[in-house]
């Protein structure tokens, strides 16, 4: 057998080198990130890369000016009928260069998809969908953009209106503590879901409706609750979204599988079957009204029974 | 003749750009910012697969070796997983930080195999491919528990980068990758007649002049950096590297003096064919390539094999 060619404490050093010399070329190659202001004062071929983005675009007035969209983009139903470039976060760069756009609309999940389209010498405005906030500053940027103000502000206006009429009816109440689950598996029987934790836009709706987030802050972001753990958590009530189901009491009645559930007792259970759910738009801004209303069915305004 | 196929793959794959229907301008964008790119990066990255592929499997002499048997794909994964996980965004010299992070996660896989391979007194081939499916596959449960503990976006972008993909723009991932796939194939393609005697058996090898140790060595470095240098940009695209080379051993059989370049050019056409496919197939939503390769590729080597020269396989070679 061959001998070593360097003594073990030479080669171990060696390794110990090269192994630093990669750590440091991560933090050596940080440079700030520079997010660019929005400049154009009036696109005339957009492009949205989220459904969320196109549907602020239209209800801030610049619809007549959007010209490709991703194939998730299903409403309004003009969005869902312009020409595709392909998934939210995996456009087809072809399709959209061929669209000639001068202002591509994204979020700061695309960040993959942002230093493509800079190559591609293409104006990118990002929305941020991360928040209640976020999206009614971006109908005002749309506004912007397309000097739609008139119609752009008084969008703004009227959901500002909403979430305050929710928050005067709200504030006094005692916040129940929810969990939302944004997906739970039927597969097995009753399985795991996986909750809305305590950052994004899902904990910032149920706050602004008068609830507060029972799962606990942690490194997880959409951590996965087995019946065990959320009979440990034992939500006031429980928020089920199940997008484009077709039978939301079926789903209701599921919650029955975990009979020591507070909420499950006490029939506080809600399920949302609306479509719009997943896309952190002006419609989930909305929405805000229904969930008030199903946390806390006392209210004296309140128009409507809980739903379903 | 070989060269010939090729050039028509390549021709056919970018002159469809000519043909959309648009101002010239945009069809020159088009062009020459996305799709000569993408055609120049599956070109190099298909041969650095098939012939890593190649490599490998004549070093271990296991038919089923590839160019991730040794965990350089999951270090790279891990690194993008991670990267992507702790939302950062750096670059540098124009490099996306996804690859450098993911450029750093195979240098530090390989290592990991080859210090590990260094713990037995020897440079043995099977204790190299222990270590390093077994590293691999400890590398793929923490990518799991990466993943698992991201959001959803994120969550998707790791999922869609472990699907392997070419769709870039610019030809800066194509620099990106060049120097790593010119290194190892011209090690590659040196070593050929090692590579032949390494198949027949190691100490039959030592007995014909071949330094066997050194070679292993050599070949297990510039592989794995080519490896490395082509996961970091495409993502891990599975197949190529497995099943070109065995197309090779039944068309023109196990000598690496021919296999070599068969290897080259078809693991370049060969991926070329399945991005074209992933790209038209439901445009203008595209089919990650990694899903393709083998959708394509399957059946065509199970035509060759059952019904063409099978004599010609990996054991005769």
């Not at chain 2, 077994?134 to 503990?149: N, P, R, V």
Request: aromatic share 6%.
């Amino acid at each position: 057998m061959q001998q070593p060619i360097y003594p073990p404490s030479s080669r171990r050093r060696r390794v110990v080198l090269v192994v630093l010399a990669c750590l440091a070329a991560v933090p050596a190659a940080c440079v700030p990130d520079v997010t660019s202001a929005p400049t154009l004062a009036s696109a005339q071929r957009i492009v949205s890369l989220a459904p969320s983005a196109t549907e602020v675009l239209f209800e801030a007035g610049c619809g007549a000016r959007v010209v490709g969209v991703t194939s998730y983009c299903r409403y309004p139903a003009e969005a869902a009928a312009l020409p595709k470039v392909g998934g939210y976060l995996t456009p087809s760069y072809e399709a959209l260069v061929a669209l000639r756009p001068d202002l591509v609309v994204l979020l700061p999940e695309h960040v993959d998809a942002r230093p493509y389209l800079t190559t591609l010498g293409l104006d990118v405005v990002e929305f941020d969908h991360r928040s209640i906030r976020g999206i009614l500053d971006s109908i005002a940027t749309a506004g912007d953009l397309c000097a739609t103000h008139a119609r752009a502000d008084a969008t703004v206006a009227e959901l500002e209106d909403l979430l305050r009429r929710v928050d005067e009816r709200t504030k006094e109440r005692r916040r129940p503590r929810v969990v939302i689950s944004v997906s739970r598996g039927q597969e097995r029987g009753f399985g795991s879901l996986s909750a809305a934790g305590p950052d994004g836009v899902y904990d910032d709706l149920l706050r602004r409706a008068g609830g507060r987030n029972a799962v606990p802050p942690g490194p997880v972001l959409h951590p996965a609750l087995s019946p065990e753990s959320l009979i440990r958590l034992n939500p006031d009530a429980v928020v089920e979204f199940a997008p484009g189901a077709v039978d939301g009491i079926a789903i209701r009645g599921e919650w029955r599988a975990l009979p020591s559930l507070t909420a499950v007792a006490r029939e506080r259970v809600f399920v949302f079957t609306e479509d719009f759910l997943p896309v952190p738009g002006p419609r989930l801004v909305r929405f805000t009204d229904t969930l008030a209303r199903a946390l806390h069915p006392n209210d004296p305004h309140a128009g409507r029974p809980d739903p379903q | 003749m070989w060269l010939a196929g090729v050039s028509a793959v390549v021709l056919a794959a970018i002159a469809a750009a000519l043909l959309i229907d648009l101002p010239m301008e945009g069809r020159q964008e088009i062009l020459w910012r996305i799709r000569v790119p993408r055609v120049s990066l599956g070109l190099a990255a298909g041969a650095a697969l098939a012939a890593s592929g190649m490599a490998f499997q004549a070093m271990f002499r296991n038919a089923l070796a590839t160019p991730y048997t040794l965990g350089v794909s999951s270090g790279a994964s891990l690194g993008a997983a991670l990267y992507m996980r702790a939302a950062l965004r750096l670059d540098a010299a124009g490099i996306d930080g996804v690859s450098l992070a993911a450029l750093a996660g195979a240098g530090l896989s390989t290592m990991l195999v080859y210090g590990l391979t260094r713990l037995s007194r020897a440079f043995s081939t099977a204790t190299l491919l222990l270590a390093g499916v077994a590293t691999s596959f400890s590398i793929t449960s923490l990518i799991l528990l990466t993943q698992y503990s991201s959001d959803v976006t994120t969550a998707f972008r790791v999922g869609r980068w472990l699907m392997g993909g070419l769709d870039v723009v610019g030809f800066e991932p194509v620099w990106q990758v060049l120097p790593f796939a010119a290194a190892g194939l011209l090690v590659v393609t040196v070593l050929t007649r090692e590579m032949d005697l390494l198949v027949a058996g190691e100490d039959l090898a030592a007995t014909r002049g071949v330094s066997v140790e050194p070679v292993k060595r050599l070949l297990f470095f510039a592989v794995s950096l080519m490896v490395g240098g082509v996961t970091a940009v495409c993502g891990p695209i599975g197949f190529v590297g497995l099943i070109v080379p065995h197309i090779g051993r039944l068309l023109v059989g196990g000598r690496h003096r021919l296999l070599a370049p068969f290897s080259i050019l078809g693991g370049a056409s060969f991926l070329v064919t399945c991005d074209t496919v992933a790209r038209v197939a439901i445009a203008p939503v595209e089919v990650p390539v990694g899903s393709i390769t083998a959708l394509v590729g399957g059946p065509f080597f199970l035509t060759l094999l059952l019904w063409g020269r099978a004599n010609r396989g990996f054991e005769t070679s």
